[in-house]
């Protein structure tokens, strides 16, 4: 099976900017998660989608935003770019599944600088 | 908010010795998870332990879970260069659906 795929792998925005991410989960899952990683805060969770429906959301403004299609594809948009919106962006795939505890297989992440 | 501690935050080891990467939570341990990242990387998951007690081993890499001391460490045997990177310990916090809690990792050098 093919692992979890993000496009771009890099992007380098300015102020101001919006950009989207795309991410592909693997084949059969049903849930994506998006995370932001920093040299400083680390990994911090965004927000959750499943069946098309956030599932979730961590704590972030609402510059940040995501959906999910029917084929469980995942977008995550960012507007008005900061520079602190500089990371590395990872999205993780798993199941789905009602109960606890599931596996969550990561992306190679987009790299997003914003200058 | 759930957090994770991990230490030592980074770790110098001469290839072909043992080491030990130590997380411990703030709150219950509902499952505990261990990634390995290459610098700049997507997260490769390694194991997830789900019961107080729980040993499991991979290859040379050995994980284990304290539920009482909501602890959990991760040992590698008879290191490599292949082992260099960032180990992540990630927690489920539990109550709904959260995403993963992750501690701030250790970053792991092996000297030839």
């Known amino acids: 099976k093919a692992g979890v795929t993000q496009t771009p792998r890099y992007l380098i925005k300015t102020r101001g900017q919006q950009v989207t991410l795309s991410c592909s989960p693997i084949s059969g899952h049903r849930s994506v998660s998006w995370y932001q990683q920093t040299p400083g805060q680390g990994l911090q969770f965004l927000f959750e989608y499943f069946s098309e429906t956030q599932r979730n959301k961590g704590n972030f403004p609402g510059r940040f935003s995501g959906r999910q299609f029917s084929n469980s594809r995942s977008e995550m948009n960012v507007s008005t770019l900061e520079l602190g919106d500089s990371a590395l962006y990872l999205c993780?795939?798993?199941?789905?599944?009602?109960?606890?505890?599931?596996?969550?297989?990561f992306g190679p992440g987009t790299r997003l600088l914003v200058l | 908010s759930q957090e994770l501690e991990q230490s030592p935050q980074s770790l110098i080891v001469q290839e072909g010795k043992n080491l030990t990467i130590n997380c411990t939570s703030s709150k219950t341990l509902y499952g505990l998870y261990w990634y390995k990242q290459k610098y700049g990387e997507g997260l490769i998951f390694l194991m997830m332990?789900?019961?107080?007690?729980e040993e499991k081993s991979h290859e040379k890499i050995t994980a284990k879970l304290d539920e009482k001391k909501q602890q959990s460490s991760l040992h590698i045997t008879a290191s490599q260069p292949s082992h260099a990177g960032i180990y992540l310990c990630g927690a489920d916090p539990g109550g709904g659906a959260d995403g993963l809690t992750f501690g701030k990792g250790t970053h792991l050098i092996i000297q030839p």
């Open positions: 332990l789900q019961k107080g007690g």
């Open positions: 993780a795939s798993s199941l789905g599944g009602q109960g606890r505890q599931e596996t969550q297989y």
